[in-house]
C-alpha cells in the first residue's frame, strides 16, 4: 500500500505561483509513475501532469503545457509540481496519483491509477 498526502495548496493571485508536494509513505515510490489531476466544482476529475518512474519522461495537459512542470525526488519519496502563471481557471482541488510500473492503460485516465492522495485545494483569484 501506497499513502499520499498533499501539501502547498492555497489562495494566489492570477499570475501567481504555488508549488504544491506529495509525499509517500508506505512503499518506495521508485517503482511508482506519478500524477497530478484536478477537480474544479461540479466538473469531473482530469488529467493534469505526469511523470515516470525514473523521472526520465513527463507528459501534460495542453491547458497547462509551459506553466506547470512536475518533479520527483525518490529519495525523498515525494513528488512536486510547480505552477506559474497561475489562471482563475487554474482552481480545484489538486490530487496526486501513483500507478505501479507494471499497470498498463493510459496515463490520462483516473482509473489507471492505483492509489489517491485527499487533495488540496488552489484557489486563483482573478
Known amino acids: 500500500q501506497v499513502q499520499l498526502v498533499e501539501s502547498g495548496g492555497g489562495l494566489v493571485q492570477a499570475g501567481g505561483s504555488l508549488r504544491l508536494s506529495c509525499a509517500a509513505s508506505g512503499r518506495t515510490l521508485s517503482s511508482y509513475r506519478m500524477a497530478w489531476f484536478r477537480q474544479a466544482p461540479g466538473k469531473e476529475r482530469e488529467f493534469v501532469t505526469t511523470?515516470?518512474?525514473?523521472?526520465?519522461?513527463?507528459y501534460y495537459a495542453d491547458s497547462v503545457k509551459g506553466r506547470f512542470t512536475i518533479s520527483r525526488d525518490n529519495a525523498k519519496n515525494t513528488v512536486y509540481l510547480q505552477m506559474n502563471s497561475l489562471k482563475p481557471e487554474d482552481t480545484a482541488v489538486y490530487y496526486c496519483a501513483a500507478r505501479g510500473i507494471e499497470r498498463g492503460g493510459s496515463y490520462y485516465s483516473t482509473g489507471n491509477y492505483n492509489y489517491w492522495g485527499q487533495g488540496t485545494q488552489v484557489t486563483v483569484s482573478s
Open positions: 511523470i515516470s518512474a525514473s523521472g526520465g519522461s513527463t
